[in-house]
């Protein structure tokens, strides 16, 4: 049982190269979200999913975007990164909203 | 817009003292407050979480308490172990939205 996969754990990224940050869940849950950590902020949202087809964006969306083609599967995309969005990117998957929500490990991105 | 403060940032206790981690809410129809341990390198994992609709909850060491009138709720971890050391987030979120709130975090140090 896997569970919320994501790859890679480490990326080092030039200023306005692009990446797609790739998350898979094997639970069948609808709802799949994707955060950035930073320190002393805590966990904020960039952009969510409540099914298959439909996305919508969080407290910092911008810089990123995203696509849920199928339900195991929420790629997030930096577009052209930038020094500011060094940070620590988890994806997260929940059965419905106010259930417990399941982690990957993290993404470390550092952008020079 | 909504949010979820968490207080204290750090704490540092003595093994097998008590410790105490609170978070004010600040939408009243939130309903669901969960409670996330997260450990070096790891994603948050689900430690503990409480509806609207009880008080109290404990699970062995670890308890939650629910005001739902001053709009707080605590995290309480008594007997702490070393291996308790870790950050811990609360959260909050409500039927019908989309999104879950986050604490900020309190990096929780556990003395031997």
């Known amino acids: 049982n896997a569970g919320v996969t994501q790859t890679p754990k480490f990326q080092v990224l030039k200023t306005g190269q692009s990446m797609t940050l790739q998350c898979a869940q094997d639970?069948?849950?609808?709802?799949m979200s994707w955060y950035r950590q930073d320190p002393g902020m805590g966990l904020r949202l960039i952009h969510y999913?409540?099914?298959?087809?439909?996305?919508d964006q969080g407290e910092v969306p911008n810089g990123y975007n995203v696509s849920r083609s199928t339900t195991e599967d929420f790629p997030l995309r930096l577009l052209s990164a930038a020094p500011s969005q060094t940070s620590v990117y988890f994806c997260?998957?929940?059965?419905?909203?106010?259930?417990?929500?399941?982690f990957g490990q993290g993404t470390r991105l550092t952008v020079v | 817009g909504e949010n979820v403060e968490q207080h204290p940032s750090t704490l540092s206790v003595q093994e097998g003292d008590s410790a105490v981690i609170k978070c004010t809410y600040s939408?009243?129809?939130?309903?669901?407050f969960p409670w996330y341990k997260q450990e070096l390198g790891k994603g948050p994992q689900l430690i503990i979480d409480?509806?609207?609709?009880?008080g109290e909850k404990k699970d062995q060491r670890i308890a939650v308490t629910l005001n739902k009138t001053a709009k707080h709720f605590s995290l309480h971890i008594t007997e702490t172990q070393p291996e308790d050391s870790a950050v811990y987030f609360c959260?909050?979120?409500?039927?019908?939205?989309?999104?879950?709130?986050f604490g900020a975090g309190t990096r929780l140090f556990v003395k031997a």
């Open positions: 997260a998957s929940r059965l419905k909203l106010n259930t417990e929500a399941f």
């Open positions: 409480i509806r609207s609709n009880v």
């Open positions: 959260a909050a979120s409500r039927d019908g939205g989309f999104k879950t709130i």
């Open positions: 999913s409540v099914g298959a087809g439909i996305t």
């Open positions: 639970m069948n849950h609808e709802y």
């Open positions: 939408d009243s129809a939130s309903n669901y």
